[in-house]
């Protein structure tokens, strides 16, 4: 079955340090990829998406991911963490051509900057 | 652009009461709408998809009586949560899925956190 996995539940980060989060599928096809952020009772902002080309994909606020295909992975990257970033970070999969094309969640990474 | 506009944010309502929540596209045709719920410290559950003009698909373990969800415009969404009761106190979003282009994708509001006493 598809699945994406985040596996860090919490990620804890000094400020103006480096950050990257991790995010794993599993789909027989490159999928189209998303990485979204959440603050406290909000919605879903989306931080940027991969369909093809590039595998190294700029988004909002800082914030990078790379596609690496051999790995199944699409990690987000931001070089200098702020305290505003501290967030519930979401990656999320649709398959292309799916018939309900609705989107697969991980299970997020909390995120906590210090300062 | 691609907004999505979720009303209320957030709702108190009694037991054995009904609510309903509105997600309107702003400035695009939603043909497809996806209605999520989501418990403290968990990712986001789908629980139905609607299309507009058409029934709204559920996901299993979903009750259509209880959630009843119309798309009766390109615009406009609605959940109706029937008979209310506490155990369906929780956030729900909405999203929509852009039409293909450069902004494709899928926008979400900003969710409805509902209270059932």
């Known amino acids: 079955a598809q699945s994406v996995t985040q596996p860090d539940i919490h990620i804890t980060v000094s400020e103006g340090a480096s950050l990257e989060l991790r995010c794993n599928y599993s789909?027989?096809?490159?999928?189209?990829l998303f990485w979204y952020v959440q603050s406290p009772g909000q919605g879903l902002q989306l931080l940027l998406k991969y369909f093809s080309g590039d595998t190294l994909v700029q988004g909002i606020k800082g914030f990078e991911a790379e596609f690496k295909r051999s790995q199944s992975s699409f990690n987000l990257r931001k070089p200098s963490v702020h305290w505003s970033d501290a967030a519930e970070y979401f990656c999320a999969v649709v398959l292309y051509g799916g018939s309900q094309g609705n989107l697969i969640f991980g299970k997020g990474t909390k995120l906590s900057v210090k300062p | 652009g691609a907004v999505v506009s979720q009303h209320p944010s957030r709702v108190i309502c009694k037991s054995g009461t009904s609510v309903k929540i509105e997600c309107r596209s702003l400035?695009?045709?939603?043909?497809?709408m996806f209605w999520y719920r989501q418990f403290p410290k968990q990712s986001l559950m789908l629980m139905a998809t609607s299309n507009e003009g058409s029934k709204a698909t559920y996901e299993q373990g979903v009750e259509k009586d209880k959630f009843l969800i119309n798309h009766a415009s390109l615009t406009l969404s609605t959940l109706t949560v029937t008979s209310a009761h506490p155990e369906d106190s929780s956030f729900y979003i909405c999203?929509?899925?852009?039409?293909?282009?450069?902004?494709?994708?899928?926008?979400f509001g900003s969710g409805t956190r509902l209270t059932v006493v």
């Open positions: 400035d695009f045709q939603a043909t497809t």
């Open positions: 789909y027989g096809a490159t999928p189209y």
């Open positions: 999203s929509a899925r852009v039409p293909r282009g450069t902004a494709y994708g899928y926008t």
